[in-house]
């Protein structure tokens, strides 16, 4: 399985990968033939529009590009660039690495966050609206209560006073009737 995978002296993780080099390899070695590298500048061009394009991205293609950069060197070249790797070949970790377990311990955490969040609105709501019941009952009740004591007792006091007033005068009517005083 693993030779599939293999081209020239490497071998890739896919065989996707392992093809694309066995395309590049075939590239380089056309070009190789057909090249004069005692042409500069003919060299220089193919060289540029390879960078340029990303033609050769593999290694069987890098290290053609490596040999007419060299070549451009030994000529005598100026201002050649480098080959140009897209490639990255050291891992980059986060700070702080976390497994799937205690990501997803985390995500549960945090839901249970936000269905106890949503509980608590929910019951302080339910709460609320006790309250407002209560709080009508209190005030529309004929009873006194702590709200409305002393306007009941005011007017308990003053229906007593007009009662008497109304006897008062009933009695001293029924006096001058009898003559009494």
Known sequence: M??????????????EDAAEAAKEEKQAAYLDAHIDLSQTENVRRIY???LADRIF????GLQFLSRLRASLMASGAEDVPPVQLYVRFTEVFRERTETARERVRRE????RVIDNHRISVLLNLILLAVVGILFY???SSPNPNILNYEQALVNKYASWEEEL???EQEVKKAEKE????
């Not at 081209?7 to 065989?15: L, N, P, Q, T, W």
């Not at 549960?108 to 839901?111: A, L, P, Q, V, Y």
């Not at 009898?178 to 005083?181: D, H, S, V």
């Open 2 to 15: 693993e030779e599939d995978r293999i081209v020239g002296h490497y071998c890739y993780a896919s065989k």
């Open 48 to 50: 540029d529009k390879a």
């Open 57 to 60: 991205r593999t290694p069987p």
């Open 108 to 111: 549960e955490k945090r839901n």
């Open 137 to 139: 009952l209190t005030m």
């Open 165 to 167: 007033t109304q006897r």
């Open 178 to 181: 009898l003559g009494i005083r």
